[in-house]
């Protein structure tokens, strides 16, 4: 059984803070990773996708990515009221559907 | 191209009847998925196709469920003799590669009373 392991939160940073949000999985052939962002009653929305061990940056977020660890993150600097949402991490492999994990809640004090 | 639709947004339902959604993907787009979410979980895969084939079908999906891609373009998801547990936002996808990140549409919910 291919799993993604979020811890639920909620996470609550101040603004202007950094939010730490992480993810890990159990299927070492994993492939593409992504990071999708949900606000309520709204659908998931992709902010980030990674493929290679490392850092990816795009503005105020990075994906970091350690296959070795089998472990995914997503840093958001300097965060925002307007970042409060849940955060989805999400794995696959070629050939194969997305699958999700059940998402860490992050609230953003101002 | 306005991205994912899907229709209806809403649609409640007594049970025991059938409902049939709708999903158009973004043209290009050659993969569809179907995936549903219940408060508090992330989205659970449902099945998808490439082009008019549907490849994968989730083994924890009821044989009341059947999803469809005629032409290659639209899908349909319809749900047989509904139960208050199907009750969930059933959400479509689309993506052009294998590895590439889907665009999700707005969404179905489900309610079953």
């Known amino acids: 059984q291919k799993e993604v392991e979020q811890n639920s939160g909620p996470l609550s940073v101040p603004e202007g803070a950094i939010a730490s949000l992480n993810c890990t999985y159990s299927?070492?052939?994993?492939?593409?990773f992504f990071w999708y962002r949900q606000y309520s009653g709204k659908s998931p929305e992709l902010i980030m996708s990674i493929y290679s061990n490392g850092d990816k940056e795009d503005g105020r977020f990075t994906a970091q990515l350690n296959k070795a660890s089998q472990y995914v993150s997503l840093l958001i600097r300097d965060s925002q009221p307007s970042d409060s949402a849940t955060y989805l991490c999400?794995?696959?492999?070629?050939?194969?559907?997305?699958?999700f994990g059940k998402g860490t809640t992050l609230s953003v004090s101002s | 191209d306005t991205g994912v639709s899907q229709d209806p947004r809403h649609k409640i339902t007594k049970r025991g009847q059938n409902v049939t959604f709708r999903c158009d993907p973004i043209?290009?787009?050659?993969?569809l998925y179907w995936y549903r979410q219940t408060l508090g979980q992330g989205p659970e895969f449902l099945t998808y196709f490439q082009n008019e084939a549907q490849l994968e079908k989730s083994r924890l999906l009821s044989d009341r469920f059947s999803a469809e891609r005629p032409k290659g373009s639209f899908s349909t998801l319809e749900i047989q003799r509904t139960e208050q547990g199907d009750s969930a936002m059933y959400l479509c996808?689309?993506?052009?590669?294998?590895?590439?990140?889907?665009?999700f549409g707005s969404g179905t919910r489900l309610t079953v009373v």
């Open positions: 299927d070492r052939v994993s492939q593409s």
């Open positions: 999400a794995v696959n492999q070629a050939g194969t559907a997305l699958i």
């Open positions: 996808a689309s993506s052009l590669g294998t590895l590439d990140g889907y665009t």
């Open positions: 043209s290009e787009h050659n993969r």
